[in-house]
């Protein structure tokens, strides 16, 4: 097999059935399907042992996206490895453009696709990610009309999205898979930037289109959520960020913390969605538990920062220079216009 498309599972039986259909239309056929559940007691394994044309790794707990991922890993054969959500589905010739992108470019170690929002399908959830100057990420493009935009094919990314990502086997087998100490959300940030400090590309496959439910397994501003993007920014910074850009994290946190208290006092952006939560007490308390536990993890996240490096490729200036290339503001990390 070319490709090993992993999706990861867990209670996703509403989504399984059109995210799998979508795969048995794809024009391109050398693929396989290998489909982790993560416990799921919504009767998602019998349904899935009902279809023959994937292999699936049963969990008995919720081990999360990173390490789903990695369950798959030992089964797949293909030379590329496709990350894709549950909650999405693709159009008959995504795979098709996605690999052949893939081929031209033999230095990319990571393809992006376009993700368009399967409730708004004109509306960009991802094209690539951009970066925060304290690691906090975000897709390009998020919310804005895809016909409006002059994007083009095969462009230069900083890393895709996980949500659906191709990964060159190549360089999984250099620098590892997912770090499953990330449970899920900032998985891709990490691995993709250990992926660019190793050498490796990365392009976009624009006309590779897939319709994706954003934020349907964790919510959209959920504690839950909010606790493992605070910390999972921080691991990825810590892991792989310059010392310099290391020691101006407290500063550019702080920053970002005095952004955010500005747009949820005026309800703008996300902040309009943080006053309306109902969970507003809990969301500030889970993102003070993302720092500690951040913290508590720093003698771990220095022994992962040492084996980071010992791949690395690029020097401080080059990495400086790819960040400041893809750089995201606050004010487009929360939705908001610069003032």
Known sequence: MRVSVIIVNWNGLGHLPECLDSLQEQTFRDFEIIVVDNGSSDGSVPYLKQRPELRLVPLQENVGFAAGN???LPFAQGEYLVTLNNDTKAEPDWLEKLVAVADRHPEAGMVGCRILSYQEPERVDSMGMAICSDGMSRGNFR????AELAVEDEAAILFPSACVALYRRAMVDEIGFFDGDFFAYC????LGLRGRLAGWQAVLARDAVVYHKYSMTAGSLSPLKLYLVERN???AVLKNFPLMLLLALPLCTLLRYLVQARVVLHGKGTGGEFMTSGSRNECVVALMRGIRDALLALPTLARKRTE???????STRQTLQLLRRHHLTFHELLDVQDD
């Open 70 to 72: 990695n369950a798959a």
């Open 187 to 190: 998985e891709d940030s990490d």
């Open 308 to 314: 980071v490096m010992r791949h690395k490729k690029l």
């Open 143 to 146: 919310g804005r009309c895809f």
């Open 233 to 235: 920014h921080f691991y």
